[in-house]
């Protein structure tokens, strides 16, 4: 694998525009521990075995330390890919081995459901190694550039940053939400387990049945890591996505002021300060055009990841519904209490983790439809305009146009229509998992 891309940027202008708001009003709790949640991200994502993701490449790492992370990184990637696989494959059966058919028909869905995972794990392995460098040189690397930018030049509103840190605020919550709620299902299953097996008598029967327990625990543990490598490259997309509306809010409101400034000139004050204002839509336009191609190499960097996420998400949140389902029907109020609390939390944060994907991705396009209209309204101002930013108008125009949503994989755009597509099939395939266990549930009776 490459070496890391990591640069020093100079922070200079972030600090000096930051200074200028400071006098005006307070920091907020973002901007106090901003670098704090970048230098812990990328720790926890160097565990995690993501060394890809660097949130804030100010500070070059050391060589030696480089390497070995890079080191432990392939270890931990070929540990999950191919040890463990053979390790629980070898004892599938163990695994799976239960007298009750409905269990067994639950064991085979997570089982199904942690073989998605393992997929993506390869896929999001092969991806960061082929674009190691690719990732942090136009990914991390533009996005630093384009955040010192702003500071130094963005004098607006504080909304658009406000309303950044709170997507930021509730993607922290529901990571954290689904680690908290992974680990108490782990306890979970082996209190399923526990009571399930209690019943057998012989010891040779008990040692079975201790020896499942064990590997259905192990494997629980093992789909939590899968869970969580692949879920560091979907929070750097959506934390990038993120940036992107942010940058598009900023760019459009410091638009939107040279427009009142357009408004409020006659005509002998615009020729004056008609090159200032073509110079300034200039930049604009260029500005523009950097932080589309963020967003579109993001997308192009992630497409193969994301794709593999997106199915996993999509046969997780249809199998969480049978899971709920089957203890429902299988538990006493009692005992079920807790594993069916912990399934519709777990089917909730998948949701809400996905639905807040998408409506940032909606939002850049919203964001992107109003830009253009403000565009075309310098167009119809009343003031008479020069030609040179009659010119500039027309390329930021046309850079509008050309400029287009990115696709995933070049096929699907990645927008709330995805859920009423999840929704749909979530109900058939919860239909479908029902009849098998009504099936199963007819031959025990029988």
């Not at 999001?124 to 702003?150: D, G, K, M, P, W």
């Not at 755009?413 to 009849?435: E, G, H, K, N, P």
């Given at each position: 694998?490459?070496?890391?891309?990591?640069?020093?940027?100079?922070?200079?202008?972030?600090?000096?525009?930051?200074?200028?708001?400071?006098?005006?009003?307070?920091?907020?709790?973002?901007?106090r521990?901003?670098?704090?949640?970048?230098?812990?991200?990328?720790?926890?994502?160097?565990?995690?075995?993501?060394?890809?993701?660097?949130?804030?490449?100010?500070?070059?790492?050391?060589?030696?330390?480089?390497?070995?992370?890079?080191?432990?990184?392939h270890?931990?990637?070929?540990?999950?890919?191919?040890?463990?696989?053979?390790?629980?494959?070898?004892?599938?059966?163990?695994?799976?081995a239960?007298?009750?058919?409905?269990?067994?028909?639950?064991?085979?869905?997570?089982?199904a459901?942690?073989?998605?995972?393992?997929?993506?794990?390869?896929?999001?392995?092969?991806?960061?190694?082929?674009?190691?460098?690719?990732?942090?040189?136009?990914?991390?690397?533009?996005?630093?550039?384009?955040?010192?930018?702003?500071?130094?030049?963005?004098?607006?509103?504080?909304?658009?940053?406000?309303?950044?840190?709170?997507?930021?605020?509730?993607?922290?919550?529901?990571?954290?939400l689904?680690?908290?709620?992974?680990?108490?299902?782990?306890?979970?299953?082996?209190?399923?387990?526990?009571?399930?097996?209690?019943?057998?008598?012989?010891?040779?029967?008990?040692?079975?049945?201790?020896?499942?327990?064990?590997?259905?625990?192990?494997?629980?543990?093992?789909?939590?890591?899968?869970?969580?490598?692949?879920?560091?490259?979907?929070?750097?997309?959506?934390?990038?996505?993120?940036?992107?509306?942010?940058?598009?809010?900023?760019?459009?409101?410091?638009?939107?002021?040279?427009?009142?400034?357009?408004?409020?000139?006659?005509?002998?004050?615009?020729?004056?300060?008609?090159c200032?204002?073509?110079?300034?839509?200039g930049?604009?336009?260029?500005?523009?055009?950097?932080?589309?191609?963020?967003?579109?190499?993001?997308?192009?960097?992630?497409?193969?990841?994301?794709?593999?996420?997106?199915?996993?998400?999509?046969?997780?949140?249809?199998?969480?519904?049978?899971?709920?389902?089957?203890?429902?029907?299988?538990?006493?109020?009692?005992?079920?209490?807790?594993?069916?609390?912990?399934?519709?939390?777990?089917?909730?944060?998948?949701?809400?983790?996905?639905?807040?994907?998408?409506?940032?991705?909606?939002?850049?396009?919203?964001?992107?439809?109003?830009?253009?209209?403000?565009?075309?309204?310098?167009s119809?101002?009343?003031?008479?305009?020069?030609p040179?930013?009659?010119?500039?108008?027309?390329?930021?125009?046309?850079?509008?146009?050309?400029?287009?949503?990115?696709?995933?994989?070049?096929?699907?755009?990645?927008?709330?229509?995805?859920?009423?597509?999840?929704?749909?099939?979530?109900?058939?395939?919860?239909?479908?998992?029902?009849?098998?266990?009504?099936?199963?549930?007819?031959?025990?009776?029988?």
């Amino acid at each position: 694998m490459p070496q890391c891309g990591t640069v020093v940027i100079q922070f200079r202008a972030t600090a000096a525009g930051r200074a200028c708001g400071m006098c005006a009003k307070s920091q907020s709790f973002w901007e106090r521990h901003e670098l704090k949640f970048y230098r812990y991200g990328h720790i926890y994502a160097s565990i995690c075995g993501q060394v890809i993701i660097d949130y804030a490449p100010q500070r070059p790492i050391r060589a030696p330390f480089k390497l070995l992370l890079i080191a432990y990184s392939h270890v931990l990637s070929l540990l999950l890919i191919v040890v463990l696989p053979g390790y629980f494959g070898y004892n599938y059966r163990a695994l799976t081995a239960t007298d009750d058919r409905r269990i067994q028909l639950v064991l085979y869905v997570g089982f199904a459901n942690t073989l998605i995972k393992y997929a993506t794990v390869i896929v999001t392995y092969v991806a960061n190694t082929c674009h190691f460098e690719a990732i942090n040189q136009r990914c991390s690397l533009q996005r630093a550039r384009l955040q010192a930018a702003f500071a130094a030049s963005y004098r607006g509103s504080g909304w658009p940053k406000r309303s950044f840190e709170l997507f930021m605020y509730l993607k922290f919550v529901l990571i954290n939400l689904m680690i908290i709620v992974q680990i108490c299902a782990i306890f979970a299953i082996a209190r399923i387990d526990s009571d399930t097996d209690s019943d057998s008598d012989s010891d040779s029967d008990s040692a079975a049945a201790a020896q499942g327990r064990r590997l259905r625990i192990q494997f629980a543990i093992y789909a939590f890591v899968l869970w969580n490598y692949t879920e560091n490259m979907a929070d750097y997309f959506y934390y990038v996505n993120s940036c992107v509306l942010l940058y598009f809010r900023l760019l459009h409101m410091q638009l939107q002021e040279e427009l009142e400034q357009l408004r409020r000139l006659g005509c002998g004050r615009l020729l004056l300060y008609g090159c200032r204002l073509c110079d300034r839509i200039g930049l604009l336009r260029e500005r523009y055009a950097q932080i589309h191609g963020l967003y579109a190499d993001s997308f192009r960097m992630h497409q193969f990841q994301l794709l593999g996420l997106m199915l996993t998400t999509l046969i997780t949140n249809l199998t969480n519904l049978f899971t709920i389902f089957n203890l429902l029907a299988t538990s006493s109020c009692a005992f079920g209490s807790f594993p069916i609390a912990v399934s519709g939390v777990y089917a909730l944060g998948f949701y809400l983790d996905t639905y807040l994907l998408s409506l940032v991705g909606e939002y850049i396009k919203v964001e992107q439809t109003r830009l253009a209209l403000t565009v075309r309204q310098f167009s119809e101002s009343p003031a008479l305009q020069p030609p040179s930013l009659n010119q500039e108008l027309e390329q930021f125009s046309l850079l509008l146009m050309h400029c287009r949503q990115p696709m995933l994989c070049g096929v699907v755009y990645l927008d709330r229509r995805l859920i009423y597509l999840i929704s749909v099939t979530a109900f058939s395939y919860f239909i479908t998992l029902v009849q098998f266990d009504i099936y199963l549930r007819t031959q025990h009776n029988k």
